[in-house]
């Protein structure tokens, strides 16, 4: 199954900070921050487990902290911590306001990478089409 999802965020319009999740002012200079979205996608920076965990949450909880792409530090909660390492690439999402991340198989990571190489290749189709566009005019004026 493939978690990769969009998390809100918000970019500081002097420093381009990323704060996730969104806040009003950036934590640098207090200036008002602009809305941004980064793809749910990040590295595990440190994880740790509670087994005694504040009230209202189930035991063990797992934690992890999270750089996402483009540098916004979040922590997730996650359902295990089996597999996962410092560096390890883990799937963030953001469900009622609260970050979980989960690992990502290697079958996922070969789909993202294949998404991404995806959205490259309608690109260059899109090119590719206004270019035959252009050469059809060019063709039918003559
Ligand atoms: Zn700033």
């Known amino acids: 199954m ?6 809100s965020a918000s970019r500081c319009p002097r420093c ?11 934590p640098d200079h207090g200036l008002r ?4 979205s980064v793809p749910g996608v990040g590295e595990v ?10 009230e209202g949450f189930r035991s063990p909880l797992h934690i992890a ?3 996402l792409e483009g540098g ?24 009622d306001a609260i970050f979980y991340f989960s690992s990502l198989s290697f079958a996922d ?3 993202l990478f294949w998404r991404r190489a995806g959205a490259r290749g309608e690109k ?10 252009g050469i059809w005019k060019g063709r039918s004026r003559g």
Do not use: W
């Open 2 to 7: 493939i978690h990769e999802t969009i998390v």
């Open 16 to 26: 381009r900070r990323l704060v996730v999740p969104p806040a009003p002012s950036c």
């Open 33 to 36: 921050m602009e809305p941004d």
């Open 45 to 54: 920076v440190s994880f740790t487990t509670l087994h005694s965990p504040p």
């Open 65 to 67: 902290l999270i750089e």
């Open 72 to 95: 916004a530090r979040l922590f997730c909660h996650g359902d295990e911590t089996r597999g996962i390492k410092i560096g390890s690439r883990v799937a963030v999402e953001a469900v």
């Open 109 to 111: 990571r070969a789909r």
């Open 124 to 133: 260059v189709t899109a090119i590719t089409k206004s270019v035959v566009k």
